[in-house]
Nanobody, 120 residues
């Protein structure tokens, strides 16, 4: 069974930083690609950042220059470094990853979500 476990959320003042982690565990070979989404109250879930299997990245316009997505293949972990946080970044952040299992099958998984709250 594959699990994605997120950590690193919390309460921070505007202008501060947080680093979210998304660790994959279980019968996996590696993370193929990963992404972070967020959902604020009353809003739809939106893509924040993504990293492809080849390592290329893309970001929502609202976070470009402030957020950085990365991954550690050896640790099967995807990260989201968030700097210069703004109150409008407040949301539940979800990790999504394409996992290659031990049978060489790629499936998508979601984490449980982690709350990020930015105070003004």
């Amino acid at each position: 069974q594959v699990q994605l476990v997120e950590s690193g959320g919390g309460l921070v003042q505007a202008g501060g930083s947080l680093r979210l982690s998304c660790a994959a565990s279980g019968s996996i070979f590696s993370i193929n690609a990963g992404a972070w989404y967020r959902q604020a109250p009353g809003k739809q879930r939106e893509l924040v950042a993504a990293i492809s299997s080849g390592g290329s990245t893309n970001y929502a316009d609202s976070v470009k220059g402030r957020f950085t997505i990365s991954r550690d293949i050896a640790k099967n972990t995807v990260y989201l470094q968030m700097n210069s946080l703004k109150p409008e970044d407040t949301a539940v952040y979800y990790c999504n990853a394409d996992i290659i299992d031990l049978g060489n099958v790629i499936r998508g998984y979601w984490g449980q979500g982690t709350q990020v709250t930015v105070s003004s």
